[in-house]
Each structure stands twice: as structure tokens, then as C-alpha cells.
């Protein structure tokens, strides 16, 4: 069936480059995302990638796709403190009904 | 600018009791969702609706009704709360034409007693 997997925790150090990855099984979605769950928050919509593109960048942001492997990868560059937060990966169900989402990689900055 | 509200951020119930979880968006979406957050499981989807009066099971209904008597509001029922419907509750909506971008609100986290 369709699944998203991530890796559930990551921690860096600020400045530094903060990579977080993700892989998916259903290769019909249109878009790919990634959300962003501040402590005590709901999701925002970080970013999100049209499945034709290899890649977008947006400031700090970097998304790669490399569709052959279903693998999705969100970068930060020059992370803060700010960025602390649990970043969720997500695809389209097959009908294209609902998100289907990873279980979320917790990214701890220090300082 | 995109909003989507829900009735509380914390509520404490006790086993048994009715409870109700509302969700309002402004932005004329067709498409409302709900799910349930719990730390190692990320998100699960309850129920989502596509149109006023529609619903349709997500993945883990059991325990769970809905209602979607306008456009704008998507309320959540749990009949008879337990102790394991204890968790972090998200509402989202979409629109037709973006149906997979989703906006989130605040979330309510429930406790069950």
C-alpha cells in the first residue's frame, strides 16, 4: 500500500546544513510536501515540488526528487535555532482524496 | 490569508462523555479532513468530507463519526471517549483544485480521563 518513511530525529548545529530525508511508494502524485510542526502548533506548509521537477529552491530551502528511487529530500541551509520543529514529508493517495504523511523527523537545533 | 480555526486548543473529558471538536475554515474549501496525532505514529486520517453533507472514512473511523452540515464547518463526534481517543486532533481543508494542498488549524489536544 502507499507509505511515506522518514528517519525520526535529527540534530545539528546552527549554522550548519540540516538535510532530512524521505521516501515514498506512490509514484502518481502530482505535488510532494513538506510541512513544518512548530511545538504546540498545527502544520504549515513549508514547500512543496511538482513530481516533473528535480529540484526548487526557495531562500534557505532546497527540495530534491529523485523520482526513480521515490526519494524526496528537504535541505536548510544555515539553520537557526528557529527551525527546531518536526517536518513532515507527504504524497497524494492514489485517488488524490488525502495526504498520505510520513511520521515526521524532529529536528533539534543547538546553539 | 488562509485560516483555518478550531473550537479549543486543550479540552479534558471523561471516559464515556460525548464530545464534540469543531473546525471552521474561511477560504471556501470544498475539502475538510480530520486526523489524530500520536508521538511514533505521526499523522492518521479520521475522516475527511468533499462536499456538504458528504463524508468518507479515513484510515482509523472506528470510534469516530463527523458532520458537515455547511461548507465552512467540519465537526468531529466522539460518542463515547476512552481513554486511547486521548491525543492531539488536526483539521484541514483544501480546496477542489489544489485537493492535496492542504491548510492545517492549531489543533486541539484531548485529553480522555
Known amino acids: 500500500g502507499e507509505d511515506v518513511e522518514q528517519s525520526l530525529f535529527l540534530s545539528v548545529r546552527e549554522g550548519d546544513s540540516s538535510v532530512i530525508n524521505c521516501t515514498y511508494t506512490?509514484?502518481?502524485?502530482?505535488?510532494l510536501y513538506w510541512y513544518k510542526q512548530e511545538p504546540g502548533a498545527g502544520l504549515q506548509l513549508l514547500t512543496y515540488?511538482?513530481?516533473?521537477?528535480d529540484m526548487k529552491q526557495d531562500q534557505r530551502l532546497t527540495v530534491l526528487l529523485n523520482k526513480k528511487d521515490k526519494h524526496l529530500s528537504l535541505r536548510i541551509a544555515d539553520t537557526q535555532t528557529g527551525d527546531s520543529a518536526i517536518y513532515f514529508c507527504?504524497?497524494?493517495?492514489?485517488?488524490?482524496?488525502?495526504?498520505?504523511f510520513g511520521k515526521g523527523t524532529t529536528l533539534s537545533v543547538s546553539s | 490569508d488562509v485560516k483555518v480555526t478550531q473550537s479549543s486548543r486543550y479540552l479534558v473529558k471523561r471516559t464515556g462523555e460525548k464530545v464534540f471538536l469543531e473546525c471552521v475554515q474561511d477560504?471556501?474549501?470544498?475539502?475538510m479532513f480530520w486526523y489524530r496525532q500520536d508521538p511514533g505514529l505521526g499523522l492518521r486520517l479520521i475522516y475527511f468530507?468533499?462536499?456538504?453533507?458528504?463524508?468518507e472514512k479515513g484510515d482509523i473511523p472506528e470510534g469516530y463519526s463527523v458532520s458537515r452540515e455547511k461548507k465552512e464547518r467540519f465537526s468531529l463526534i466522539l460518542e463515547s471517549a476512552s481513554t486511547n481517543q486521548t491525543s492531539m486532533y488536526l483539521c484541514a481543508s483544501s480546496s477542489l483544485e489544489g485537493a492535496d494542498t492542504q491548510y492545517f488549524g492549531p489543533g486541539t489536544r484531548l485529553t480522555v480521563l
Open positions: 507527504a504524497e497524494a493517495n492514489q485517488a488524490g482524496t488525502a495526504l498520505i
Open positions: 515540488i511538482f513530481s516533473n521537477m
Open positions: 506512490d509514484s502518481s502524485s502530482t505535488y
Open positions: 477560504m471556501d474549501h470544498e475539502n
Open positions: 468530507s468533499y462536499d456538504v453533507k458528504m463524508k
